[in-house]
């Protein structure tokens, strides 16, 4: 990852990293141009990662869910109570082992959330590059696109075209 740097393998940091790199400078395009691929790449690769570590925790609540069932299962016969398939679902939610590979899927599920909303971030941020690119090209940021001058000259055209529409509409009428 060229553009980032992680510290002690943080992924908080990696991605408060790339958030911070989100804004744009109207002075500095070219730069956000150069970086806008790379950037893109680290962070669809994070998303990628954070969704491969996402499926595999479901499939560790899976496995837990499917272990715990057979012991509730085993219990229950031993106990010599008859065994239904909602008196086992609820006593393997009421499990810790259950919970603790739940609450681990539902971070995964949060960690993939965000990274897909940087990663649409930067997809706006490509398109914002190329509007403030047309903008920056056709002098909008310029300090003299505005100047008293040119307002004159406009105010001074629209003038004498509305008079000219005046005529033409007198000379049909």
């Known amino acids: 990852m060229a553009l980032i740097q992680k510290r002690n393998g943080s992924e908080d940091t990696t991605m408060q ?3 911070a790199r989100i804004a744009l400078d109207r002075h500095a395009l070219d730069l956000a141009a150069d970086e806008q691929p790379q950037l893109f790449l680290d962070v669809a690769e ?3 990662m954070a969704q491969s570590r996402f ?4 499939d560790e609540l899976l496995r837990t869910d499917a272990r715990l069932g057979r012991e509730v299962r085993a219990e229950m016969e031993a106990s010599g109570n008859k065994p239904t398939e909602g008196k086992i679902a609820d006593a393997v ?6 919970v603790a590979a739940a609450e681990a899927t539902a971070k995964a599920k949060i960690t993939v ?4 909303a940087l990663r649409a971030a930067l997809e706006h941020r490509k398109s914002m590059i190329r509007e403030l690119a047309t903008l920056y090209a ?3 940021y310029t300090a ?3 100047s008293g001058a040119k307002v004159a000259v406009r105010d001074k055209d629209a003038v004498a ?3 000219r529409l005046a005529t033409d509409r007198a000379k049909r009428a």
Not at 55 to 58: G, W
Not at 93 to 98: I, Q, R, S
């Open 17 to 19: 990293q790339l958030r």
């Open 93 to 98: 939610l009421g499990k810790e082992a259950h």
């Open 55 to 58: 499926d595999a925790a479901r």
């Open 113 to 116: 959330d965000e990274w897909g």
């Open 144 to 146: 003299g696109a505005s």
């Open 161 to 163: 075209n509305r008079e």
């Open 138 to 140: 056709s002098g909008y």
């Open 46 to 48: 994070e998303h990628v």
